[in-house]
């Protein structure tokens, strides 16, 4: 079962590149097969909800972490292999017409066989016995390999040249008769092509595996939580465990809540995929949706100003949770396109009910630091801030979760800093 996940919460998260750069995907993509980026890519486009699958996957990682190794077959071996099955048309008697020429079908059926021998060299390693699941992944392809109309293909170990009429019949083999089977081995490749990438992507990276809670323990804990594209990034604990189904952040201009939130939503994110994310440890309990605004355009289209669609966002999570769906929220600046009384009132009155929906958990920042007071009472809500260090009249920020609500107000000084109003000043003189 998919987790529930809109476009925008994708775009919030930067989940794909676009115009903007790469994205996270990109991060863990060290696939050395096309058929393997393919895979990759329909898992990040549908994290999981399923607390078996997620375990079965964060365990397959967590043996592929352990065990490092080189992916075993050549890249070109599997291109030419995946070239080969592309030709497939059928003759009017059902027979293959290959539009391939004798030399082009005598060397693909040479890296066929050197396909199958490599796949049966790979399973003999001993570590491979030891893979979680085994049967389940491991006994078919093993099937394959044993089955007795391949037993020819292994004994062409030793011949460096077959004869023309054991091409002939290889090919009627593998791209007829037995097709179906040999997708089956491919297919079990893309999987260790992915297995081994977002492992190689944890090592290097130091991330770390997920523990997935049952859904409904309403708990989160993220140790040294960092946003994976960071050089040197500033790592922060969170913890959001029943009865606290809300965190209150606030925190001046720059002070890095955007980059914190959006690191906060690719953890959850990518524990919901069973990945290796950017932090020393995470337990978190499995949720339904995921559902953010982070950097929310106004729909031209339909004539509605950024303030309305925020408030088109907002419904939409009352929906959700109007359906009784475990939705992990992200609101970056909540109500940021009206006027400040408004969006004060705003804010006050929708934490207020939000935070009664205790199968949710949501992160809310904002730099109207008046509305933490009229919050004060909400026994569920956590108030943070990112912090401001003035060094004279330089700002300087730690990008560090601390306990509270910040009193600083820093932006006047910034753009005095910049000499707007003397630009200005003097613009307006000339």
């Not at 476009?7 to 115009?19: K, M, P, V, Y």
């Not at 060397?107 to 490599?118: K, N, P, Y």
């Not at 965190?247 to 980059?259: D, E, P, Q």
Request: neutral net charge.
């Amino acid at each position: 079962m998919d987790l529930i996940i809109d476009a925008q919460t994708l775009q919030d998260l930067r989940i794909f590149g676009s115009g903007q750069g790469k994205g996270i995907f990109d991060r863990y993509n060290h696939c050395k097969t096309l058929g393997g980026e393919q895979l990759l890519t329909q898992l990040f486009q549908r994290p999981l909800r399923d607390m078996e699958v997620l375990q079965e996957r964060i365990q397959l990682f967590s043996f592929f972490i352990n065990n490092e190794r080189p992916f075993p077959f050549e890249p070109q071996m599997i291109d030419a292999v995946e070239r080969y099955f592309q030709y497939q048309p059928k003759n009017e008697n059902g027979e293959l017409s290959p539009r391939l020429s004798d030399k082009d079908v005598q060397q693909a059926v040479q890296t066929v066989i050197r396909f199958f021998l490599t796949a049966r060299d790979f399973l003999k390693q001993d570590f491979v016995s030891k893979m979680p699941w085994f049967d389940q992944h491991i006994g078919p392809v093993n099937k394959i390999l044993h089955d007795a109309v391949f037993a020819p293909v292994f004994r062409e170990e030793t011949r460096s040249k077959l004869p023309f009429t054991a091409i002939t019949a290889y090919d009627r083999l593998f791209r007829s008769q037995e097709n179906e089977k040999v997708q089956q081995l491919l297919q079990f490749v893309y999987k260790l092509d992915v297995w081994m990438a977002v492992a190689h992507a944890a090592r290097a990276h130091g991330w770390t595996l997920p523990e997935i809670l049952p859904r409904g323990s309403q708990q989160l804990e993220i140790r040294g939580l960092y946003h994976p594209e960071l050089e040197n990034p500033v790592k922060n604990d969170v913890h959001m465990n029943d009865p606290i189904n809300m965190i209150f952040l606030t925190g001046a201009n720059m002070a890095g809540k955007s980059t914190f939130l959006r690191a906060l939503g690719i953890a959850v994110f990518l524990a919901h995929m069973g990945f290796p994310l950017a932090a020393k440890a995470m337990r978190i309990s499995l949720m339904d949706a995921i559902f953010t605004t982070i950097n929310l355009p106004d729909n031209i289209g339909i004539g509605a100003s950024h303030f309305y669609a925020e408030v088109l966002r907002v419904k939409q999570l009352a929906e959700r949770l109007q359906a009784g769906l475990h939705v992990f929220v992200i609101f970056d600046e909540l109500f940021r396109g009206t006027n400040v009384k408004d969006a004060h009132e705003a804010t006050v009155a929708v934490a207020q009910r939000l935070v009664k929906s205790q199968h949710a958990r949501f992160v809310i920042s904002s730099h109207i630091v008046e509305a933490a007071a009229d919050m004060a009472d909400l026994k569920a809500v956590d108030f943070a801030y990112l912090p401001t260090e003035m060094l004279g009249l330089q700002p300087k920020y730690s990008y560090k979760l601390t306990p509270g609500v910040t009193d600083d107000r820093h932006g006047m000084l910034i753009i005095r800093n910049e000499g707007i109003l003397d630009i200005l000043a003097n613009g307006n003189k000339m």
